[in-house]
């Protein structure tokens, strides 16, 4: 749970000034100027370069010194490459970090902290079939290592491969049974495939061990939040805000819970606490957006789903910004230009049902009736019988089907959609 710069720094910080930088020093070195190339600098070099109290672009800065220094033997260099690659991992320059740790496994080929550390850098890259390759070397070299196991079952979990994640979190957890690490993410992934109960138990028993950690108390209150205990989550978000200061993510859960309550007021609150603490938190700007879109603050809203969808211009998040802009009851607030480009751009990245069905709606308001009904019929297609029975309801309540209301496409409920259609109003909406 703590940063790659800190857990490198246990590792090789006695061994820094245990004289692993220092190579034999030349007469030429002992008479040069002071600086990268002194060797009487390199005690103050060190230093800065494996500190963790200074902001990561000076380690950046200061580990590129010690490395130009060419009193630096190869023990020395392959340590302040592994430190400058965590310091840019830290600046999220990950393939700057690939690159150092490249370099030191090159100097050094079996060192499984380099192999891990590339590992990680390229998993934050997205390669994760690279990361995994890395990981299968590791472990050979090192299969008593609860660490590699864990990293590479987060791996197995981004490609989707559970059983896998599942098998080497159980080997990391038989190797040490009471890292919270493994517990904790034992717990997410039971969370996510909604094995609900485990992922508490497990979280428990993460909790009785380090009680502490605020962060292991939001876990569990989203699990016990998706698991419908909204009472109990509450209670466990307060708990992770209370130890650790105002976590952001602990405030936009209990927003999200507040809002299940109706608690608008309070869900508002910790919506924006979320924000100040982490303003590039694009769940929280969403929430607050949809949140204010319910309370009809439409000029509000559109601002806070535009900054969701800029920090992630997910099709979930550029689909709800374009729906604003043809739904608002405020009609003269729609803008269905602006989100037929957004609706485009969510369909670019996952066409769905009601992504499609907001498309329709754009043209629905630009008059173009054959797109219009184009993009219904194909938001039928995607959404199958419950789509289409929920536009037979819709448009039978309103007098423009009197079809059987049985979830089967046909010229019946498409002739009345191109009707409603044709008066410039949204299915589903107007």
């Not at 034999?24 to 070195?29: K, L, N, Y």
Request: aromatic letters at 8%; proline letters at 3%.
């Amino acid at each position: 749970m703590q940063d790659l710069s800190k857990r490198l720094a246990r590792a090789l910080t006695a061994a820094a000034f245990a004289g692993l930088f220092l190579a034999p020093v030349t007469a030429g070195a002992q008479n040069g100027d002071s600086g990268q190339n002194d060797p009487g600098a390199l005690p103050s070099l060190v230093k800065g370069c494996i500190a963790t109290d200074i902001p990561a672009t000076q380690r950046v800065k200061n580990c590129t010194d010690l490395l130009w220094n060419p009193v630096l033997n190869k023990e020395g260099r392959i340590t302040a490459l592994t430190f400058r690659a965590a310091a840019l991992m830290d600046v999220f320059d990950f393939s700057g970090a690939v690159a150092d740790f490249t370099r030191g496994l090159d100097l050094a080929p079996n060192n499984i902290g380099l192999m891990h550390g590339r590992a990680q850098a390229l998993e934050r890259m997205g390669r994760y079939h690279d990361a995994l390759l890395d990981y299968d070397t590791a472990i050979q070299i090192a299969p008593d290592s609860p660490a590699l196991f864990t990293g590479r079952a987060l791996i197995h979990a981004q490609l989707d491969n559970m059983d896998a994640a599942f098998r080497d979190l159980e080997k990391s957890r038989k190797l040490a049974p009471r890292n919270v690490e493994t517990l904790a993410l034992m717990g997410g992934l039971y969370t996510e495939t909604g094995d609900f109960d485990k992922a508490i138990g497990l979280f428990d028993k993460a909790i009785e061990l380090r009680p502490e950690i605020g962060r292991l108390y939001l876990r569990r209150g989203l699990a016990r939040m998706k698991a419908g205990e909204w009472d109990e989550s509450l209670a466990d978000l307060t708990v992770a805000i209370e130890k650790e200061n105002g976590l952001p993510d602990a405030y936009m859960l209990r927003a999200m819970v507040h809002r299940d309550a109706d608690r608008d007021d309070l869900a508002l609150a910790d919506y924006s606490a979320a924000i100040d603490g982490d303003p590039t938190l694009a769940g929280a700007w969403q929430g607050r957006g949809v949140l204010y879109m319910d309370m009809k603050e439409y000029g509000r809203a559109r601002n806070d789903m535009d900054v969701a969808a800029q920090i992630a211009p997910t099709a979930d998040n550029l689909n709800s910004l374009a729906w604003l802009l043809v739904s608002a009851e405020d009609k003269g607030f729609r803008d269905p230009a602006a989100a037929l480009n957004y609706v485009n751009q969510s369909m670019e990245l996952d066409e769905n049902a009601d992504n499609v069905d907001t498309a329709a709606a754009a043209y629905v308001l630009l008059g173009d009736i054959d797109n219009a009904a184009r993009f219904y019929a194909r938001s039928m297609e995607l959404g199958g019988d419950k789509r289409v029975l929920i536009y037979q309801e819709y448009l039978s309540e309103r007098g423009f089907y009197d079809g059987a209301l049985d979830g089967i496409d046909g010229p019946r409920t498409r002739k009345a959609i191109r009707s409603f259609a044709s008066q410039g109003r949204v299915l589903l909406v107007d």
